[in-house]
């Protein structure tokens, strides 16, 4: 049998659930998240649900343009590229490569930051303090130069790239972990579970983390932009995924060769990517300005 | 910038191939010369003497040459640096002078239309693939209205010794009966480029001047000034926009770092003959003692800016500059 | 009250930007662009000599721009024709061939080099001693290396070279070469200048004779930029009378879409390799033309290292291959281009009516395959030209069709590709397994076919590069080159073809045309059937 409540209690939504009031607030928001759910489903299912292979070559239907164009044909709705392969289905298949490897790349790198950048606000001294000069330097590179550079020593590829962003990426989330728990263990409820008797590893892990997770999010969504940019780009320059993967940068620098013949297969993918990045931002934008509402609150 | 050094160090380690080599990109050396280089640079001492004989090298303007061209790597960067520089400086020009009004414009119709239509276009502008807006740029203006060349830093029709490597200077120096059509030219070909450098950095300028001036427009002073019964426009003019801009220009070198990156690929782009061309040509050719340098380059090139925007911004501002030197 | 502000300071920058734009439209009047031609072009020279090289950018740059030959093809009938030399003599037994030069030939005159006299037999002897006479002081340097001759086996041929007098000068032939005034005529066999190098080799300078070139062209060299420019001045006192132009530009483009782009955005007057043939004819601006090139785009096979060294395996990649379909994607399928069955195009007199094509199957290869032992998959580099001559407009994409059609017999291809310089270099190291490469043909004797390709000679010196050195087919060759009668040539050329067909050390792909596109205010010949182009006729309108 159910136990009546003694006490009419007060809920107090987590930081996450008040975040997601906030966050749902704004209307252009919501359809960057949209968008950006509809992203990772199609980076999850592309393979299942696209008409045709993304490399396999379609001699009989070399650059065809879109359906919408005169010369277009129905069941290659987005036309096909100078070896007749679909680029609806290259598109999509894209999309786990450029937008879903990013989202990857990014949980990887937020998992190694915040776990050094956790380490780092607890220790003290010399060790700390060259750890923060080197993140410095770290940071004052562009971030695409470093990732060039990782690039050129571990030779190009897809994994090659992935690699060198999840590097790059890194110094960041360690830099604003460290901040984060160092301001948080200011505060007074740390304080409180400190003279509980709880270890520092407790408190990190109870206390600290729910607090800071919003901010790790907002600072994921913006490496998530930065990682598409970057893999998109590598792509372009030709020094990350390799010839056939219809990576959206790769297959724009496909395209060039292409630009006048056929401009859709620079025009499509260029939109892709800046779909994807503008439904990020909108999510990170969002995230963001939830965050400020409930800090005035 | 010692650690810059010691970075690109130690990549000469991690790069394929011999190290020795790789530092000095002498590949075609004789196994006697190698061990003379390798003698040069105290290969058989400790990391450390290694360490500081690559500094003394460097400091002597020594950075070895380019396993591709055999051109010294030092004279490479000299000849590539200065179209650099003048690419970003003139998109940062840009990017301030359409971004910083316009971030203004947005601050003071805070929470408007205006506000809400300059915001939206600068995230687009923001999520734009540089390359992607090049290649669009490249299009529109080049191809179908031919307003702008595509390519190039100057007709190749002009003749311009390189003495400063700035070429608006060298064309002003030069003596060459074309002078004024031949900076004509060169302005021409710098637009197109430059602006789309620009765009990413200056919806970053709209954004932070609009958060500055609104922050500035809460404060204290601007309200009492107000109550005293300054006129709108005197109050920006005269008042928040000095304070605004202040706040703005720290973070410039910060951008700094961002637009030497867009500027890497445009140029690949636009075939601008700057330094980002040259070391993604480096890169495609594995000349590893390019790499090196140009990293070297490009960062020291950085730092110096981000230094440089500290001093303007403390002479500019007189409160940072008390933190700073604690009086 | 802000917003008059703010639309002021948008008045000033449309202001501002108008002026920019005032300024380009009368740099479009501008008198020095309009004595200027600027030629974009596909690739730079590795050195700006060729003799020392094979390579069609060299060739382009250097051959008909800067120097002269004893004797040229002339445009129109493909026969030799007087240059340098104004008029020849052959011997009965095709033994001793005697050249008579022109008397008013002067050499060019810059910064660093003052001729004091005009060309003389002095100048020619130097010239092929550098190419025969290992002691010479200038043969090794350089590299040290004439592929072409080497491939000709020019050495072999000439017994020696004898001055006449001032102006007159003598080849004395071991045997009779029926191709040999044709190789005099080719790109390569360029008239130098001794008394620059006797400079050179008093200041010990001895590099700049193929960096700092002299010759008697119609353009003298001002100044090279490796990857961006070559920029030349007209030669005042040529021969032949002083180019109209006041200044040419080599300017250097690799991507195809990039020169289309100068093109179009009128940065280039001239363009080699373009693509979007559509694109230019619509424009009526701008003219598209096209030369029948004798040429082969082929894929060659490293027999010198595994696996290509098996027969099976390459007939297994050739069966496994869909030209039609490359023939379609690569070569725009516009009929330009024939499939190519042997090495020799179907107009050179030699060709081989019988030579069978090899069909496209995949159970074929999947049989010659299991037959050579391979089970289990294979895995082989394929090395992609980067840039794009007429013989093959894009070797990248022409290799992602051949990595599809390979991975269907489980062969997974990796594609390969450096600049053009490295490329080469690293190709005569034999580093690669299997390439897609082609060659234009120099002269119109089919000897020059088969020699440079796949003689053990030029396997020697790297520029056979499929290594491949077969000694019957090589005494085929030989035999052919000795004897001038077509009839019994054509034979030996047919049973050479027969070999090469079966044994395979390379794919023929396809023969195609050599294209160029140009402004229509740019008049003169430029294409030429063979060899490079030429300005030195070209003039602006």
Redesign the interface.
């Known amino acids: 049998m159910a136990r009546d409540k003694t006490y009419t209690e007060e809920e107090f939504p987590s930081p996450l659930v008040q975040l997601w009031h906030n966050f749902k607030q704004s209307p252009a928001v919501m359809i960057g998240f949209g968008c950006f759910i509809f992203l990772v489903l199609l980076a999850i299912f592309s393979p299942l649900i696209s008409p045709y292979s993304p490399i396999e070559n379609n001699l009989d239907a070399i650059l065809l343009p879109p359906a919408w164009h005169n010369d277009g044909d129905v069941s290659y709705l987005l036309g096909t590229d100078n070896l007749g392969r679909d680029m609806l289905s290259r598109l999509m298949h894209g999309a786990s490569l450029t937008f879903g490897l990013s989202f990857i790349v990014v949980i990887l790198s937020m998992f190694v930051g915040v776990i050094i950048g956790s380490i780092s606000a607890l220790t003290k001294g010399v060790k700390s303090s060259f750890l923060n000069h080197f993140l410095d330097v770290i940071l004052s590179i562009p971030s695409l130069l470093l990732a060039i550079i990782i690039v050129a020593i571990l030779g190009p590829g897809l994994s090659n790239t992935l690699w060198a962003i999840v590097i790059i990426l890194i110094p960041q989330f360690i830099h604003i972990t460290r901040n984060a728990v160092v301001q948080e263990f200011k505060k007074d409820y740390v304080l409180a579970s400190k003279l509980d008797g709880a270890s520092n590893i407790r408190i990190l892990y109870y206390s600290i983390y729910p607090n800071i997770i919003e901010k790790m999010i907002s600072q994921a969504t913006l490496a998530q932009s930065a990682a598409i940019l970057d893999i998109a780009t590598l792509g372009f320059l030709g020094l990350g995924a390799p010839i056939p993967m219809p990576e959206w940068g790769a297959m724009l620098a496909n395209g060039i060769d292409l630009f006048y013949i056929a401009p859709w297969t620079v025009y499509l993918p260029g939109l892709a990517i800046l779909f994807a990045v503008v439904a990020t931002n909108l999510v990170g934008e969002g995230m963001r300005h939830a965050l400020k509402v409930r800090k005035e609150h | 910038m010692l650690?810059?050094t010691l970075?690109t160090f130690s990549?000469s380690f991690?790069?394929?191939g011999e190290q020795i080599i790789n530092v000095t990109g002498q590949i075609d050396a004789t196994p006697e010369q190698i061990a003379l280089i390798a003698l040069d640079y105290n290969k058989h001492e400790s990391l450390i003497m290694q360490y500081w004989s690559y500094l003394v090298h460097l400091f002597n303007g020594d950075l070895g040459v380019s396993m591709?061209?055999r051109i010294p790597i030092m004279d490479e960067m000299m000849s590539h640096l200065p179209a650099t520089i003048e690419l970003t400086t003139v998109a940062l020009i840009i990017a301030m002078?359409?971004g910083i009004?316009i971030g203004f414009?947005a601050a003071?119709r805070h929470r408007k239309k205006t506000d809400d239509i300059i915001l939206?276009v600068s995230?687009?502008g923001?999520?734009?693939?540089?390359?992607?807006l090049a290649?669009?740029a490249?299009?529109i203006f080049?191809?179908q209205l031919?307003?702008?060349?595509?390519?190039?830093q100057i007709?190749?029709?002009?003749?311009i010794e390189q003495v400063t490597g700035i070429l608006f200077f060298d064309i002003l120096f030069s003596d060459n009966p074309?002078k004024w059509?031949a900076f004509?030219?060169a302005?021409?070909h710098i637009?197109l480029p430059a602006c789309v450098v620009a765009l990413a950095p200056a919806t970053v300028f709209v954004r932070l001047a609009r958060t500055s001036m609104l922050t500035v427009l809460d404060s204290h002073y601007i309200k009492a000034a107000m109550a005293k019964g300054l006129?709108?426009?005197q109050l920006?003019?005269r008042h928040a926009i000095k304070n605004a801009m202040v706040n703005v220009i720290r973070d410039v070198g910060l951008q700094f770092?961002?637009l030497?990156?867009l500027a890497?690929?445009t140029e690949?782009i636009f075939?601008w003959?700057g330094i980002g061309n040259w070391?993604?040509?480096s890169?495609?050719?594995?000349d590893?003692t390019a790499?090196q340098g140009g990293?070297l380059a490009?960062?020291s090139f950085?730092?110096i800016v981000?230094i440089f925007t500290d001093f303007i911004y403390a002479s500019l501002n007189p409160l940072a500059r008390g933190i700073k030197y604690g009086s | 009250m802000t917003v008059t502000s703010a639309s002021q300071y948008f008045r000033i920058l449309v202001t501002l930007s108008a002026m920019f734009l005032w300024g380009c439209d009368s740099y479009k009047a501008d008198s020095l662009s309009e004595r200027s031609l600027i030629y974009c072009s596909e690739g730079s020279p590795e050195i700006l000599n060729p003799q020392l090289v094979t390579s069609g950018v060299t060739v382009d740059a250097t051959s008909k721009q800067l120097y002269n030959q004893l004797i040229a093809f002339d445009v129109a009938t493909n026969e030799v024709t007087p240059s340098i030399a104004k008029s020849w003599h052959v011997t009965q037994d095709n033994k001793k061939i005697t050249f008579y030069l022109r008397r008013n030939v002067a050499f060019h005159h810059t910064q660093y080099f003052m001729p004091t006299r005009h060309l003389n037999a002095d100048d020619v002897l130097f010239s092929f001693n550098r190419i025969l006479d290992p002691s010479q002081v200038f043969h090794d340097v350089s590299g040290g290396k004439y592929p072409f001759f080497d491939s000709v086996g020019f050495a072999d041929v000439i017994e020696s070279l004898e001055k006449i007098n001032e102006y007159t000068i003598r080849f004395n032939l071991k045997r009779a070469d029926s191709s040999f005034l044709a190789n005099l005529a080719t790109d390569f066999s360029v008239i130098l200048s001794r008394e620059y190098a006797e400079l050179l080799i008093r200041s010990n300078r001895l590099e700049d004779i193929d960096t700092l070139p002299i010759g008697t062209g119609p353009y003298k060299f001002k100044e090279y930029r490796t990857g961006s420019y070559i920029r030349y001045e007209p030669h005042t006192e040529y021969w032949e009378g002083q180019p109209k132009l006041q200044q040419l530009i080599f300017d250097i483009t690799p991507s195809n879409t990039g020169r289309l782009t100068k093109l179009l955005a009128g940065e280039c007057d001239v363009i080699g390799y373009p693509i979007a043939h559509k694109k230019i004819n619509n424009n009526p601006l701008l003219t598209l033309e096209d030369v029948t090139a004798f040429n082969i785009g082929y894929l060659g096979f490293n027999t010198a290292k595994p696996p290509f060294n098996n027969k099976l395996i390459r007939r297994a990649v050739a069966h496994a291959i869909n030209k039609q379909a490359i023939l379609d994607t690569v070569y725009f399928g516009d009929a330009k281009a024939e499939s190519a069955n042997s090495i020799l195009p179907p107009s050179s007199w030699a060709y081989a009516e019988d030579t069978h094509d090899i069909e496209y199957s995949v159970e074929q290869a999947e049989l010659l395959l299991t037959q050579a032992g391979i089970t289990d998959g294979l895995t082989i580099d394929l090395w992609a030209m980067p840039v794009q001559r007429a013989y093959n407009p894009d070797a990248v994409t022409m290799a992602k069709l051949i990595q599809a059609d390979l991975q269907k017999i489980g062969i997974t291809v990796n594609i390969i590709s450096y600049n053009w310089q490295e490329f080469l270099r690293r190709l005569a190291l034999g580093e690669h397994q299997s390439v897609l490469l082609g060659w234009s043909a120099d002269h119109p004797d089919p000897d020059n076919f088969f020699t440079p390709l796949l003689s053990c000679g030029s396997a020697e010196t790297g520029n056979n590069r499929t290594f491949w050195c077969n000694q019957q087919f090589e005494k085929l060759l030989q035999g052919a080159l000795k004897i001038t009668d077509v009839e019994q040539r054509k034979a030996l050329y047919r049973e050479a073809q027969k070999i090469a067909a079966e044994e395979l050390p390379l794919f023929p792909i396809a023969h195609s045309k050599r294209f160029q596109a140009r402004k229509i205010s740019v008049k003169g010949d430029i294409l030429h059937p063979f060899g490079g182009i030429s300005f030195g006729g070209v003039e602006k309108q």
């Not at chain 2, 890169?283 to 594995?286: G, K, L």
């Open positions: 650690v810059l970075l990549l991690f790069f394929p591709a061209s002078v359409v009004p414009i003071i939206a995230m687009i923001y999520s734009i693939p540089i390359f992607w290649l669009l490249i299009l080049s191809i031919a307003w702008l060349p595509s390519a190039g007709s190749l029709v002009y003749e074309y059509q004509q030219n302005s021409v637009l006129t709108f426009q920006i003019f770092a961002n030497v990156t890497m690929v690949v075939n003959p070391l993604i040509q890169i495609y050719q594995r590893y790499i990293l490009l960062s950085i730092f981000h």
